[in-house]
């Protein structure tokens, strides 16, 4: 018979403690370092809309989009309606950290410009990670009460796909800080005082991926260690 010995603060809770304090302490440090470089103002005194506008048209990009939405460090670019969304604290800025982010997300629409792979696996895997990340737990539970080993174990690899997407991400962001600062420097966008100071805000924001690659990895770990051997055992 399985038992209901799993509970939410066993010893394994650890691992969602430890997840946590990473993710927490990656997304403070990311918010000091904008906050801290968006005190700095461009010599070029461009906006990060201004910014995004000529990359996109230095590359030959025309078909993508760019708008204003609401919200801090809430900027992202969207390959299906090709459009790069800009926070308000990026697109009228004409901060360091603000043409540093503008410059990242267009970074993203090179990527899909030239289908770079690491971007398209990642956005096939978007389906299948938010179900696997939604319905892994669900199905265990369901496993558990059924007494069925092999829900156990469709939960779990449900909830590796998420980790799965976690890690490929990882390439694609670091990958798209690393074209925006080399655009920058070619175009002039920001000088070469400026480039170390955009290339530590990408930095920041970028672990704030690797803290939640670790986080995932951890309940996936969590998820293992007290369900994975019930097939075995039982």
């Given at each position: 018979?399985?038992?209901?010995?799993?509970?939410?603060?066993?010893?394994?809770?650890?691992?969602?403690?430890?997840?946590?304090?990473?993710?927490?302490?990656?997304?403070?440090?990311?918010k000091h370092t904008f906050n801290k470089y968006d005190?700095?103002?461009?010599?070029?005194?461009?906006?990060?809309?201004s910014a995004a506008q000529y990359i996109l048209n230095?590359?030959?990009?025309?078909?993508?989009?760019?708008?204003?939405?609401?919200?801090?460090?809430?900027?992202?670019?969207?390959?299906?309606?090709?459009?790069?969304?800009?926070?308000?604290?990026?697109?009228?800025?004409?901060?360091?950290?603000?043409?540093?982010?503008?410059?990242?997300?267009?970074?993203?629409?090179?990527?899909?410009?030239?289908?770079?792979?690491?971007?398209?696996?990642?956005?096939?895997?978007?389906?299948?990670?938010?179900?696997?990340?939604?319905?892994?737990?669900?199905?265990?539970?369901?496993?558990?009460?059924?007494?069925?080993?092999?829900?156990?174990?469709?939960?779990?690899?449900?909830?590796?796909?998420?980790?799965?997407?976690?890690?490929?991400?990882?390439?694609v962001e670091f990958n798209a800080s690393r074209r925006?600062?080399?655009?920058?420097?070619?175009?002039?966008?920001?000088?070469?005082?400026?480039?170390?100071?955009?290339?530590?805000?990408?930095?920041?924001?970028?672990?704030?991926?690797?803290?939640?690659?670790?986080?995932?990895?951890?309940?996936?770990?969590?998820?293992?260690?007290?369900?994975?051997?019930?097939?075995?055992?039982?």
């Amino acid at each position: 018979m399985y038992g209901f010995g799993y509970g939410l603060f066993d010893g394994t809770f650890i691992f969602v403690v430890i997840g946590l304090i990473l993710s927490l302490a990656a997304s403070a440090y990311v918010k000091h370092t904008f906050n801290k470089y968006d005190q700095v103002k461009s010599v070029n005194q461009v906006t990060g809309t201004s910014a995004a506008q000529y990359i996109l048209n230095s590359q030959g990009i025309h078909n993508v989009g760019v708008q204003q939405i609401s919200g801090d460090l809430t900027d992202n670019y969207d390959s299906r309606n090709k459009m790069l969304s800009l926070s308000q604290s990026t697109a009228r800025s004409t901060s360091v950290a603000a043409i540093g982010v503008a410059a990242h997300e267009c970074g993203h629409a090179v990527q899909d410009a030239k289908s770079y792979f690491p971007l398209r696996l990642r956005a096939s895997l978007v389906p299948v990670a938010n179900i696997g990340s939604q319905m892994a737990m669900p199905i265990i539970l369901i496993g558990l009460l059924l007494q069925t080993n092999f829900l156990i174990q469709v939960g779990l690899i449900a909830f590796s796909l998420a980790f799965l997407f976690q890690v490929v991400t990882l390439p694609v962001e670091f990958n798209a800080s690393r074209r925006a600062l080399a655009i920058l420097g070619e175009g002039g966008l920001l000088t070469p005082e400026e480039l170390p100071q955009a290339r530590k805000v990408l930095i920041a924001a970028a672990l704030t991926y690797v803290a939640a690659a670790i986080s995932t990895l951890l309940q996936l770990l969590r998820l293992v260690i007290l369900f994975g051997g019930r097939g075995r055992n039982d």
